[in-house]
């Protein structure tokens, strides 16, 4: 693959969107995230897969599982560059927007992140290292429960997911009473760190950074762990589990979302001259061999 120079970009709020005439990467901005299914179309044929076999299995059981499997924090010891030149090896099976290694989409969004942003250098390495829990992908684990959007489970499923319509259907909680009301085995206003989400590798990155007591602040965190939270930051659902922190917290989960979705492109980073930058910020906020 030829290496190309990054292009600038102007980044611009998604409330804004909809004034804008000129192509954000590669496409108008108004057509991401679009989840419309063509049976002729292998990409959105392979997100339309993905979604309903996450829809399917991620269950209240079925996390807790892969909660006590992989919070033990025992399947491999690396350092965040290590894991990092992993994602040269995957496509997100997920993304209707993207069909190039995660790797050039997290140097994508951590450039233009630094491109606006060039004094919060935790936001720049959150960019950098947020899709970092797709590792588990190497390690015998469907995309699945890997990548996607994130939703609550425990409680009934909010309408603004995608492919809610029917990609439910055969997911037993949806039959549990325990779990199948709008609050579910929660209480009113909870907060969002005391509800159960569906696995992904937004919920494992964070656990692994806390778990290596990792450097970065609340913010970056947070953002971490919500970043594919879409039915909660995009869709305004579960508003009644927020608590007073959630709602002040949103605020940065969706400056990084328009930074995560809105550089996608087909134009690759130089990688190798940026890592002595980044490899810097690595060394500031998580150094070292860190376990996994």
């Given at each position: 693959?030829?290496?190309?120079n ?35 179309d ?13 829809h ?61 942003h060039?004094d ?73 760190d ?10 494992y ?5 806390k ?27 579960y508003s009644?589990?927020?608590?007073e ?12 979302n ?35």
């Amino acid at each position: 693959m030829k290496v190309l120079n990054a292009i600038p970009v102007k980044i611009i709020d998604p409330s804004e969107l909809h004034k804008l005439e000129l192509h954000f990467a590669d496409k108008p901005v108004e057509d991401f995230r679009n989840y419309s299914f063509d049976e002729n179309d292998p990409i959105k044929v392979r997100v339309r897969k993905t979604y309903y076999d996450m829809h399917t299995n991620q269950t209240v059981d079925f996390v807790k599982d892969k909660m006590a499997k992989w919070l033990t924090f025992s399947h491999f010891k690396s350092t965040v560059r290590d894991a990092l030149e992993k994602l040269n090896n995957l496509v997100d099976e997920s993304d209707p927007d993207n069909d190039i290694p995660n790797i050039v989409h997290a140097f994508q969004t951590a450039e233009r992140i630094r491109q606006d942003h060039p004094d919060l250098d935790w936001f720049q390495l959150t960019g950098l290292v947020h899709d970092l829990g797709k590792v588990m992908a190497f390690y015998n684990e469907p995309q699945w429960c890997v990548v996607g959007d994130t939703f609550v489970v425990g409680c009934q499923w909010a309408d603004s997911i995608v492919y809610r319509d029917h990609s439910f259907d055969e997911n037993p909680d949806g039959k549990d009473p325990r779990y199948n009301t709008k609050y579910g085995m929660y209480k009113p206003n909870c907060g969002l760190d005391n509800v159960i989400m569906s696995w992904g590798h937004d919920e494992y990155l964070y656990r692994v950074l806390k778990h290596n007591n990792t450097t970065l602040p609340e913010e970056a965190l947070y953002m971490i762990k919500y970043h594919s939270f879409y039915p909660w930051h995009t869709g305004n659902d579960y508003s009644h589990l927020e608590n007073e922190k959630d709602k002040e917290m949103k605020k940065w989960v969706l400056e990084m979302n328009k930074y995560d979705l809105y550089t996608k492109s087909t134009t690759i980073p130089d990688i190798e001259s940026l890592w002595p930058y980044y490899e810097k910020l690595i060394d500031k906020y998580m150094p070292g061999v860190l376990e996994w």
